[in-house]
């Protein structure tokens, strides 16, 4: 019963939605205090990058890979963080599209260490590392009726999910915390926030690390899904993949990045249906979104109207106190 | 509390959606049928290709030379072959969300495709673990059929092509010096660097200068300046046709007037367009050649033209002999199952298509000979 349910194509079209989710998660950190970044890209090829190094090169077990591979993102974060906050708007948006534009020539140029334009190929598999050390202990996936590669996809999903869910729900947290309250006080207004003594340096510096240690994050979850990394995987396109996440969905919740991440990756597997059409109707889309709410698909308002929807039958309606960002 | 139940519902709402996009591809999985029985061996074949983005010319010439060939064989009786095409944009992960539909929804016997060498990094392994057949058309890259028991490919690697050239080029122009130029970051274009190192290394050329470019560079200047004033008597080009065409231009008009050598990228008469004259004296290796005098090759390539109005070009070459190297190992099987399907890929000998004499080796790599081209006053012809 549960074999025939589990289709390891659909497993995998989630599994990438949930690592874009988190990618969309971590351009929304950025941008929640209205600075706009798009080294995003760039933080995920190093994470990606140093988790497969040292999963292929030292023969680490994958966990570690990802916590160096995450942490080397977010230690690149504050390092480039600091210089560049100084700057702000589209001069931001050009120097942190600089940036991982650098990172990648530097991906393409390395050989000895990465190969070149060649990529990384053989990247140990999370699903299937799992899989050898539980057999290792004995068990066997026929337990539960299941196929190996059924077994694969479903601890990979059932992995992301897990780590989707708690990342969201502590920015979620964040959010209505003192640090959540700064960065959205240095969105609206940078002066104003300053002069009522918030440290603003230090909190976009944190908004951009906790940025870049996602998106490394995601990287790594990347490497080790696909199994394979090239350089042409981190470049500008992804950036702007990833913000369109937010431009889509809407940056001033975090449910908006996650949307748009969901509704765009499951998109064009939706419309295989329609062959080599399908990323004309996925244009398409994008351009009469971006006409009809600039703002993104879900704000405040959205958010507040389904919450009304799902609360009216217990006679209350939703106050600002308890507005969910 | 009701925030609980808002995320619970946040996370139906997921989950309902991917249930929704399932549902699309199920129907077709039940219609798979084996039918040994009556002689004729029906089998569906995936196929993953580049059909929309910036390298959609090479999906559809490869989906039309496959259409082509399903069309005869269909007729033939003895195989019937349903074509599964699903697109891979270019992009992995979109090539390895296609396999694992084609492979899982709708349960194809083996797979055609997909068309870079780096989708076929992530997918090859994929598949090889699933036990599905794959055979790439279009992948040229090193070490590709070694992925695994049932990678396969019937496109002549830059291993075999290059050197072929090469060789010929010494033989003719008696060179020892030369000049390496390639695109640093494109992974077609940097494999071929690396075979075209080794093979001028191992026939004892001496490499003047090893210059670099870019991806959609437009000025060449600085490093046709370097190799005039080295004065090889070779140049070997690692480049996809849109920039090698600028650089034999750019080249010519600066006097440069010693001959190319070029990789499977190089090889289109796109180059005669774009460059003019200047293309002349480019010297490319290629499993296929239109004017061929051979009844075979003369056939497809005016059934072709009628049916697309256009001259057939090495991909579409490829992808036909290749779901005709797929219909006669289904045939030997005798049956649409996997396995079976890959021993008898294995077992592909001395099989004659459009593209010559066609052979696998051990590792399900490619066994044949390359004709050497050169263009000469505007048209790729024999190089002698």
């Not at chain 2, 490869?62 to 060939?69: D, E, Q, R, V, Y």
Request: charged fraction near 20%; hydrophobic fraction near 45%; proline fraction near 3%.
């Amino acid at each position: 019963m549960l074999a025939e349910l589990i289709n390891p194509y659909h497993l995998q079209v989630a599994s990438f939605i949930l690592i874009n989710i988190i990618l969309g998660v971590s351009i929304y950190i950025t941008l929640s205090t209205g600075q706009l970044s798009l080294a995003n890209a760039g933080f995920m090829g190093i994470g990606a990058y140093t988790s497969a190094l040292l999963t292929l090169n030292f023969d680490l077990p994958i966990i570690v890979g990802i916590l160096a591979g995450t942490l080397m993102a977010g230690l690149f974060g504050i390092i480039i963080g600091i210089p560049t906050l100084r700057l702000q708007g589209v001069y931001l948006a050009i120097v942190t599209l600089g940036f991982g534009e650098v990172i990648r020539v530097i991906f393409v140029n390395w050989e000895s260490l990465t190969k070149g334009a060649v990529g990384l190929s053989g990247i140990p598999h999370m699903g299937r590392e799992i899989l050898k050390t539980l057999k290792g202990f004995g068990f066997d996936p026929k337990v539960f009726g299941l196929q190996n590669n059924q077994f694969v996809f479903l601890t990979i999903f059932l992995l992301l999910l897990v780590i989707t869910i708690s990342i969201i729900m502590f920015f979620r947290r964040q959010n209505r915390s003192r640090v959540g309250r700064a960065f959205a006080a240095i969105k609206l207004d940078e002066k104003a926030a300053e002069s009522m003594g918030i440290n603003i340096t230090y909190y976009k510096v944190l908004a951009f690390a906790q940025g870049a240690l996602v998106a490394g994050f995601a990287g790594t979850l990347f490497a080790h899904v696909l199994a394979y990394i090239s350089p042409a995987d981190f470049a500008y396109h992804r950036a702007v993949e990833i913000l369109i996440f937010a431009v889509f969905g809407g940056s001033e919740v975090i449910w908006g990045p996650v949307f748009g991440a969901l509704f765009l990756t499951v998109m064009p597997e939706v419309l295989r249906f329609i062959s080599e059409y399908r990323y004309m109707i996925y244009g398409l889309i994008i351009i009469i979104m971006m006409a009809v709410r600039p703002q993104g698909l879900i704000d405040v308002n959205i958010l507040n109207w389904i919450k009304l929807k799902t609360s009216k039958r217990r006679q209350k309606h939703g106050t600002s106190s308890q507005k969910s960002m | 509390m009701r925030k609980q139940l808002k995320k619970f519902a946040q996370f139906t709402a997921l989950s309902s959606l991917l249930v929704l996009s399932a549902c699309g591809g199920d129907q077709a999985a039940g219609d798979k049928e084996e039918q040994s029985g009556g002689g004729t061996v029906k089998a569906d074949i995936g196929v993953i290709s580049y059909i929309s983005g910036p390298g959609a010319a090479y999906g559809e010439a490869i989906t039309n030379g496959l259409k082509l060939a399903q069309e005869e064989i269909n007729s033939k009786g003895e195989v019937e072959i349903n074509l599964v095409i699903e697109d891979s944009a270019g992009k992995q992960d979109q090539a390895l969300t296609a396999a694992q539909k084609l492979m899982n929804s709708e349960n194809v016997t083996g797979i055609i495709g997909p068309t870079l060498s780096t989708e076929m990094n992530v997918v090859g392994p994929e598949a090889d673990l699933n036990g599905v057949p794959i055979m790439g058309t279009s992948t040229t890259a090193e070490g590709i059929p070694q992925i695994g028991d049932y990678v396969f490919r019937n496109s002549l690697p830059e291993a075999l092509a290059i050197p072929a050239a090469i060789d010929k080029a010494i033989e003719k122009y008696d060179a020892k010096k030369v000049a390496i130029l390639y695109g640093n970051d494109d992974v077609f274009t940097k494999s071929g660097f690396d075979t075209m190192k080794k093979a001028a290394e191992e026939k004892g050329l001496e490499i003047l200068t090893i210059e670099t470019f870019q991806k959609g560079q437009s000025d060449y200047n600085a490093q046709l300046t370097k190799i005039k004033g080295l004065n090889p008597d070779l140049i070997l080009a690692s480049a996809l046709y849109n920039e090698g065409a600028v650089i034999m231009d750019q080249a010519r008009k600066m006097g440069i007037d010693v001959p190319f050598v070029g990789g499977n990228g190089f090889n289109s008469p796109e180059v005669i367009n774009i460059a003019g004259d200047a293309a002349n004296g480019l010297i490319v290796a290629t499993p296929w050649y239109g004017e061929k005098e051979d009844e075979k090759v003369q056939d497809f390539v005016s059934k072709y033209e009628e049916e697309y109005s256009k001259k057939p070009d090495q991909f579409a070459a490829q992808a036909y002999d290749a779901l005709y190297i797929m219909a006669e190992a289904l045939k030997n099987a005798g049956e649409a199952d996997r396995d079976a399907l890959r021993d008898a890929l294995a077992e592909v000998q001395g099989f004659n298509g459009i593209l010559g004499e066609f052979s696998f080796d051990k590792e399900g790599d490619v066994v044949m000979d390359p004709t050497v081209l050169v263009i000469e006053d505007g048209a790729f012809k024999v190089f002698e």
